[in-house]
Every structure is written in structure tokens, then in C-alpha cells.
């Protein structure tokens, strides 16, 4: 059901779970205050695991329940606002239907808050921040704004507010936000895909649903809507088959015909090369002069836990690439050459049940080995057993982090790509990233004391 925000005031709204990365936060502040609705907020976590939520909202009328979602909230609201992370067949939001509430969420609320302002959206199982993030990078330079939200955190409904048809919206949008959206007609004017693989099969159920939640996206498009995919990559046919407009696979022509080559893309790993050549043609169809991509491009700085290098003892290299939270994520750079050999693989956490094959075979032959944690890593150990590489299970992630770390020798490169979801120790990603980025520092600061110590009892002998 298409809901506009400011159809909401005075009715009284259920915001349904806070998330970890402020939509949640951001939905119950703007509908509450510059939309005058009567919000509750529930969650499942209780007032103890929601610190900063509570202190960000603490000056707003708000009611709260959290801990649960009993049935009675359904008796007390008109609109629930879902959050991505709910799945839209919980026995609550079936229930809810059956009472006549209406379902809507942040983003499709933004959307008919400014229909109006030209929009990238990117899809893709992976390598879809990336995209969004260099496209954003290369309008920075037209008049008026552009904003990069959605799936990379904070809240749309509020950002967009203050955008206009001179704006312009880039926007990363995951499964879990596409399976629900609603959206104005000929939304968005540019639909990209980075690739399309299997990924949050706990939550969909089988391929093909995950890949319908997708392609949802081209859903509200036009005759003059433009769907992009990078030419080869894995669902990019597909993906041009459903457009409802014009449909484009983005290949190296499309530089080449700019004068323009590979070398002109940031981010150097083969494997990333599709999606930054979709961002450069999104970059296009929103209003980039040709004659100005080479340059808009340049000095892109990438976005942390994508393949970032980390500072490391001489000899030997350690990248971070904490944003992998599925196999394939671990496997592209493994096969494509994201790393040189011998490589120590650093991977683990909350098992979603994924084929492992891909990786193991990515693995086979360049990974020395393999320190491994969480039930994903336990059945990791399985697969790369069977392919003869060493490895080496521990009891915790950051254990396993320590014991990777300091069994580094010169001339390798440790690949922290964990592989698997973050929530059996840890709130998301990035927090299993902060993790693991704390441990490589301890590690720098205990080599310098040690080098300290030794240079002291020179001196002193």
C-alpha cells in the first residue's frame, strides 16, 4: 500500500523495530515530529540493549514497547512502519493484515515524499555500496546535491526532505528493503544491478525468491526508465529480460568509446570492475558530461572494509574485507586475483546455510590457511578439508583474529573476509570489523614496544 508521510498525521503509527543502523531512529523522529504522527516504537531488545536509541529519541512524544511485540499494539495502531530486518511474513505482520493495518516502510515512505528527484537505485549481491558510493563520488560536481543513502545506514525519510528536482538521490537497497517497496510510477529513472548470486536464503527461501525481491526494483519503472548490469555478470541477462524500459549491459566499450579505460576505474581488482563501470554509467544518465567522467572518477577513496589495506608488519599485508557476509564475497577476490599467494584466510561467523563449494574451490591452491570461527566456520572447515587446505578452528572471532595475526610470516597476506553474518557475537559488520581492525592495532602497538624494549637493552648494554 502507497502511504505518503504526511497522510500520517494524527494517526497512530508503529514503528516495528529500531534495526542496527538509525533507519529505525531516524523513521520515529521524522514521523513523529515533522510529520505529526502518534508513534510507538517496538523492538525485540529490551530498554537495557537500546542505550542510544533511547537517548536519541528521549525528547520526543513517543510511546514504547519493547522486549516484544505483543498482539495488543495491533488493537492501538492504523499504520505499521517495518523495518527491513523484520521478514514480511512474520506471524505479527500476518496478523496485522488481518485486522486491516496498513504496511508500509521508510523508504517507500521517502519515495512518495519526493517522487520528483532523479534516482540511481543499485542492487546486487554484492559490490552494490561500492557502486552507489562512486557514483555519488562522481556527481559531486553538478549544481545542486546528491545524497547516498539506503541500505549503507541512517534514515531516508529523513535525509531526503530537504532534496528537490535539481537533487539528485543515489540509493543502495538490499533485498530485505526490496521485497516490500512501493513506489511512485516510473521510479527510479536508473536501475543498476552489480551481479546477482545466492544470499539470505534463511530469509527468502529459495534463489529464485531472493532474485523476485531484486527485480522488484524494476517494478515501478516506465517505457523511460533504464535498467543497467554489467555486461557477463552473473544475473545481468535476467536482469535486462525484466526491464520495462530501456535495458543496458555495461561493458569495457562503454569507456573505450570515452576515450577512456580500466586503468580509469579506483578500486583495481578485477573483480570489481563491473560495478564500477555501472557507476560510471549511472553517473552518465544522471546528468554527467561524458567529457568529464575520467576526471570525476579520479581520487575516488573507496569506503572502509571493502578490500582496504591495513597498516602491517614489513613483509607481509593484511586487507580488510569485513563487508563480506557470504561466500561469494570471499571467493571473487580469491579467484580474480584480489590477493596474491600465499594467503592466510580469516573467516567465520553465523552460519545462513550457503553453498561453500565456490569458496573452497576459490581457496584451493592459494590459501596457506585458514583460521576459522562461529558455526559458519566450523562447516568452512569441512569444505576446505576436502580441497586440502590447512586450517585451524577457534573458539571465538576474536580469538581467531589474535591467533591470525600474530602466525603471520613475511611475504604473506592475511584476508580478513569473514564469509558468513555477523550475529552470533556481534551487532553487524561493522562491529565485527571495528574487531578486528582494534586487533591489528594492538598488534602494531605490541611490535613497536617489543622494538622499543629491545632498543632500550641495546643502549643500556
Same mark, same amino acid.
Given at each position: ?83 527491513? @530486518? ?37 542492487? %546486487? ?28 545506514? +541512517? ?53 529464485? @525468491? ?11 519503472? +516506465? ?39 580500466? @586503468? ?9 570492475? %563491473? ?23 579520479? %581520487? ?49 561467523? @553465523? ?13 584451493? %591452491? ?9 558455526? +559458519? ?29 600474530? +602466525? ?54
Amino acid at each position: 500500500m502507497t502511504l505518503h508521510p504526511d497522510a500520517l498525521r494524527d494517526r497512530r503509527v508503529l514503528v516495528l523495530g529500531l534495526g542496527a543502523h538509525g533507519g529505525g531512529i531516524g523513521a520515529a523522529r521524522a514521523l513523529a515530529t515533522r510529520h505529526g504522527a502518534r508513534v510507538t516504537v517496538s523492538d525485540l531488545r529490551d530498554a537495557d540493549a537500546l542505550p542510544e536509541a533511547r537517548a536519541e529519541l528521549a525528547d520526543l512524544p513517543l510511546e514504547w514497547e519493547l522486549g516484544g511485540h505483543p498482539d495488543r499494539l495491533l488493537d492501538a495502531h492504523e499504520v505499521v512502519v517495518v523495518n527491513p @530486518a523484520v521478514p514480511w511474513d512474520a506471524p505479527f505482520l500476518e496478523a496485522a493484515r488481518r485486522r486491516g493495518l496498513a504496511l508500509t516502510t521508510e523508504v517507500s515512505l521517502a519515495l512518495a515524499l519526493r517522487p520528483e528527484v532523479p534516482a540511481f537505485a543499485v542492487t %546486487g549481491t554484492h559490490g552494490k555500496s561500492t557502486c552507489a558510493a562512486l557514483t555519488a563520488w562522481a556527481l559531486r560536481g553538478l549544481p545542486g546535491r546528491t545524497l547516498l543513502a539506503g541500505n549503507l545506514g +541512517g534514515s531516508l525519510l529523513e535525509a531526503i526532505a530537504g532534496l528537490d528536482r535539481e537533487d539528485r538521490l543515489v540509493l543502495e537497497l538490499s533485498s530485505f528493503q526490496l521485497e516490500a517497496l512501493e513506489a511512485p510510477p516510473g521510479w527510479p529513472a536508473v536501475a543498476g544491478l552489480t551481479n546477482l548470486g545466492a544470499d539470505h536464503l534463511d530469509r527468502h527461501g529459495t534463489r529464485a @525468491a531472493y532474485a523476485a525481491a531484486k527485480r522488484r526494483l524494476l517494478a515501478f519503472q +516506465g517505457p523511460e526508465g533504464l535498467a543497467l548490469a554489467p555486461e557477463g555478470a552473473p544475473g545481468a541477462a535476467e536482469w535486462a529480460a525484466a526491464a520495462r524500459g530501456r535495458a543496458e549491459l555495461v561493458g569495457p566499450a562503454f569507456l573505450a568509446d570515452l576515450g577512456l579505460d580500466e @586503468a580509469a576505474l579506483p578500486c583495481g581488482e578485477p573483480f570489481r570492475r %563491473g560495478g564500477l563501470r555501472l557507476a560510471a554509467r549511472a553517473a552518465q544518465a544522471l546528468g554527467l558530461p561524458p567529457e568529464d567522467l575520467g576526471q570525476a572518477l579520479a %581520487g575516488f577513496p573507496g569506503l572502509p572494509h571493502r578490500m582496504a589495506e591495513l597498516p602491517a608488519p614489513p613483509g607481509v599485508r593484511i586487507v580488510d574485507n569485513g563487508v563480506a557476509t557470504h561466500p561469494e564475497a570471499t571467493a571473487a577476490p580469491l579467484r580474480d586475483g584480489g590477493c596474491r599467494p600465499p594467503i592466510v584466510l580469516l573467516a567465520g561467523g @553465523a552460519d545462513k546455510g550457503l553453498d561453500l563449494s565456490g569458496l573452497a574451490a576459490a581457496a584451493r %591452491g592459494r590459501v596457506a590457511r585458514a583460521h576459522l570461527h562461529g558455526a +559458519g566456520g566450523r562447516r568452512l572447515a569441512a569444505a576446505l578439508a576436502e580441497v586440502g587446505v590447512p586450517h585451524r578452528l577457534h573458539d571465538d572471532a576474536r580469538s581467531a583474529f589474535t591467533a591470525a595475526l600474530e +602466525g603471520l610470516v613475511r611475504g604473506e597476506t592475511l584476508l580478513f573476509s569473514p564469509s558468513f553474518a555477523s550475529f552470533d557475537e556481534f551487532r553487524n559488520f561493522r562491529e565485527r570489523a571495528a574487531a578486528f581492525g582494534a586487533a591489528v592495532e594492538r598488534l602494531g602497538a605490541r611490535r613497536n614496544s617489543d622494538r622499543e624494549s629491545r632498543c632500550e637493552g641495546a643502549a643500556g648494554d
